[in-house]
């Protein structure tokens, strides 16, 4: 059973760039494609982007496409959410998250979750 632990998160200011850091333990990571999430307060949890095992194939939300890019590297068992140009709707509890199924986009599709970071973005 793989276990994620996030981290990276913080206070910015708009504009400004931001990478998460997702790190898994157990020696399955590369079996699972993964994802990113978040969650803003009073609001539901919504797909941000997720990576093949292999990381050669990727997939975005619109609202952050062209401006995060999720990488992974297996023998690190880490992936990472490069988040430039970040503007204040980015604030929110960011989640990465493990899946035995690629593409996927649903959180329910996700098995295991890390315990989130929080990105706050002012303007």
């Known amino acids: 059973q793989v276990q994620l632990v996030e981290s990276g998160g913080g206070l910015v200011q708009a504009g400004d760039s931001l990478r998460l850091s997702c790190a898994a333990s157990?020696?399955?990571?590369?079996?699972?494609?993964m994802g990113w999430f978040r969650q803003a307060p009073g609001k539901e949890r919504e797909f941000i982007a997720t990576c093949h095992w292999s990381g050669g194939s990727t997939y975005y939300a619109d609202s952050v496409k062209g401006r995060f890019t999720i990488s992974r590297d297996n023998p690190k068992n880490t992936v990472y959410l490069q988040m430039n140009s970040l503007k204040p709707e980015d604030t929110a509890v960011y989640y990465c998250a493990a899946s035995f199924e690629f593409p996927r986009w649903q959180t329910h599709s996700y098995a295991i979750w890390g315990q989130g970071t929080q990105v706050t973005v002012s303007s």
């Open positions: 157990g020696r399955t990571f590369s079996n699972y494609a």
